[in-house]
């Protein structure tokens, strides 16, 4: 008598039932989502070694953003990577051999860029951005001393316009409170997302101005006309650092996706 032909498994002689193995996969993206932590911290203490308070001293600014950039993107792609190589080296072996079991292997690398992505957006970001937030307090104090802990360029702005001329008389009014700063804030800030300011507004700021510096009223229109460029300088280098770092953010991302697939299909190879 004939024996039935045996049906043929979809794994090997222990593997699963399921293609997705989410015990490999979750492996390989909480090592990436740590490494990933471990050199972003490495790479802003490394940052702050590298600047110095003192003229002709440390590396510029532009050095140092561009060095952040690719350690970034460097970070990102190496911890994808491993974790990558882990989940194919992890992963069980299949019957199927050549193309499919790369793909299966690779998408495995793709699923842990997935959900290290997300580990990062909930966990890795926050404590990452409190490190940034904690690495620039400490940078700015070393620099500036007791200076101010805003860095809104705003303030800037509204220190030039209300800067009293050296030699002239001061007065109580020279002082700006808090409310004054915030209602030209607020007017400049307007007339940088509207495109203009209005005539009525100019008149009001520059007689404002001339009253608490003593300035003339054609000086205190010119410093008027001042703020608003440099408002709008500042809006305009904020947006170029926005745009910047959504691209980098993306190439990040996909490089970084191209990275786990390949490392997985390595791990892959080894494991078998």
Do not use: C
Request: aromatic share 6%.
């Amino acid at each position: 008598m004939q024996q039935a032909a045996p049906i043929a498994s979809r794994t090997g002689p222990v593997g699963p039932a399921s293609f997705v193995e989410w015990g490999a996969v979750l492996a390989g993206a909480v090592l990436a989502a740590a490494l990933s932590l471990v050199l972003l911290t490495f790479g802003a203490a490394i940052g702050l070694s590298a600047t110095s308070p003192w003229p002709n001293s440390g590396l510029s600014v532009k050095v140092i953003a561009t060095l952040a950039v690719f350690w970034a993107l460097a970070q990102q792609i190496g911890s994808l990577m491993a974790g990558g190589y882990v989940a194919g080296r992890m992963r069980s072996r299949w019957h199927e051999a050549g193309d499919e079991t790369e793909f299966r292997d690779g998408l495995h690398g793709g699923l842990v860029w997935a959900v290290a992505v997300l580990i990062s957006a909930f966990f890795v970001f926050a404590t990452a951005s409190l490190a940034v937030r904690t690495g620039a307090d400490v940078a700015g104090s070393a620099v500036v001393g007791a200076a101010s802990r805003t860095t809104n360029p705003m303030d800037t702005v509204l220190d030039a316009m209300l800067r009293t001329p050296a030699g002239a008389p001061q007065s109580r009014n020279t002082v700006a409170s808090d409310e004054i700063r915030g209602e030209l804030t607020r007017i400049l800030t307007s007339a940088v997302a509207t495109g203009s300011l209005s005539a009525e507004n100019r008149t009001y700021l520059a007689s404002l101005i001339a009253q608490r510096t003593g300035v003339p009223q054609q000086e205190a229109e010119k410093r008027v006309d001042d703020a608003i460029t440099a408002a709008r300088t500042a809006a305009d280098k904020a947006r170029r650092a926005a745009i910047l770092t959504g691209f980098v953010t993306a190439a990040g991302l996909i490089l970084s996706f191209g990275a786990a697939w390949w490392a997985a299909i390595k791990g892959g190879q080894h494991r078998d």
